[in-house]
């Protein structure tokens, strides 16, 4: 299966830093084949990224949308504009997005369905808490917000990036055994949902991967991508990433 590596860039870089960014990273990853590459700047610089990765295999996501085609619904971003801009991808379910703007598995679905009926590729994230794991809870979590988040979509451009909340931005990553057998996991959920065509969906990993760690996670046997954070921010480092070398 071709692998998925996408840049979750988050509320950071202006325009002139994404410019400088790109102009850097996509020499750098000309020769990289077999690997979808995906880089999500915020909103205003999308348009920006899109111009310097045209001609390259660098494609462009947003990291929200809004579930409504167009009309009074002020500060938000319909999928359509997103296409507009040149975007592909969305990444939607992200746990900030659930933990700072509430939300639920039905805001998530609408917002998954709606990114889907305009023909953007989904990233639906999804992850449990530390509380959550530490009261055995994952596998409940996970399963829910699949299901629910999932609901009448089919399963075509869909990725699902499964990020372990409590490894998101502190250093801590899931190892590859945890990584693993949570991925396993959603694989089994998703063939309940999906049967035989369960198998087009890739189960990326999210929180903390770094040019040190993503050797080993991406030699576990369901783990075919990565969503990366704090790493992706610099072209070394994201280049690194996506140039991975599986390890067994
Ligand atoms: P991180 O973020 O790599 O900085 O942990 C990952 C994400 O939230 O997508």
Request: net charge negative.
């Amino acid at each position: 299966m071709k692998a998925f590596i996408a840049a979750n860039w988050k509320m950071n870089k202006t325009v002139a830093e994404t410019r400088e960014f790109m102009k850097t990273f996509v020499p750098l990853v000309k020769d990289a084949s077999d690997v979808d590459i995906v880089i999500a700047p915020p909103f205003t610089a999308l348009a920006a990224a899109a111009e310097e990765m045209k001609g390259s295999a660098v494609q462009l996501s947003s990291q929200d949308v809004f579930w409504e085609e167009k009309g009074a619904f002020t500060g938000e971003v319909a999928p359509g504009m997103l296409l507009d801009a040149g975007c592909r991808h969305v990444i939607i379910g992200h746990s900030e997005r659930r933990q700072y703007f509430h939300e639920d598995d039905a805001v998530v679905n609408k917002k998954v369905k709606s990114a889907r009926k305009a023909g953007l590729g989904v990233i639906f994230c999804c992850g449990e808490s530390l509380d959550e794991r530490e009261s055995g809870k994952t596998f409940d979590v996970i399963r829910r917000e699949v299901e629910m988040g999932l609901v009448g979509v089919e399963p075509e451009q869909l990725v699902v990036a499964y990020e372990p909340i409590w490894a998101i931005g502190t250093g801590k990553t899931a190892t590859p055994d945890q990584a693993q057998e949570v991925h396993a996991f959603i694989a089994g959920v998703l063939t309940k949902v999906y049967g035989n065509k369960s198998g087009i969906i890739r189960i990326i990993y999210g929180g903390s991967v770094t040019p040190d760690n993503v050797d080993i996670l991406m030699g576990c046997k369901d783990i075919s991508g990565a969503l990366v954070g704090g790493a992706s921010l610099k072209p070394d480092s994201f280049s690194r990433i996506v140039h991975f070398k599986k390890e067994k």
